[in-house]
């Protein structure tokens, strides 16, 4: 069993920038996956991004290209997402997610949440205007 705790989140003005950590629990030698998605108000949770965990290939949603990072320290456990040119609309809680799903088929799966089983409880992030 894996458990995922995420921290870093906060309040910040648009324009500014936050840095998201997930630290897994346990060894992460079954994951093959890890990613950020997020859910504000009323609204359906969305994927952000994610990284295949061993060959470190990364996949954005087109809404955070070129603004957001994400990145992961498979020694310490630790998946990163590096958040620059913060937007209002970004404001959402921003869940973290891993799986042991495999084979990757295709980019798009990367994109559903139904493919992660793993998920911590959630960072708000807040972007004033």
């Known amino acids: 069993q894996v458990q995922l705790v995420e921290s870093g989140g906060g309040l910040v003005q648009a324009g500014g920038s936050l840095r998201l950590s997930c630290a897994a629990s346990?060894?992460?030698?079954?994951?093959?996956?890890m990613g950020w998605f997020r859910q504000a108000p009323g609204k359906e949770r969305d994927f952000v991004t994610a990284?295949?965990?061993?060959?470190?290939?990364?996949y954005y949603a087109d809404f955070v290209k070129g603004r957001f990072t994400i990145s992961r320290d498979s020694a310490e456990n630790t998946m990163y997402l590096q958040m620059n040119s913060l937007k209002p609309e970004d404001t959402a809680v921003y869940y973290c997610?891993?799986?042991?799903?495999?084979?990757?088929?295709?980019?798009?799966?990367?994109?559903?949440?139904?493919?992660?089983?793993?998920w911590g409880q959630g960072t708000q992030v807040t972007v004033s205007s």
């Open positions: 997610a891993a799986t042991s799903y495999r084979p990757w088929y295709s980019f798009t799966d990367y994109y559903s949440a139904e493919k992660y089983g793993y």
């Open positions: 346990a060894r992460t030698f079954r994951i093959t996956a």
């Open positions: 990284i295949n965990w061993n060959g470190g290939n990364t």
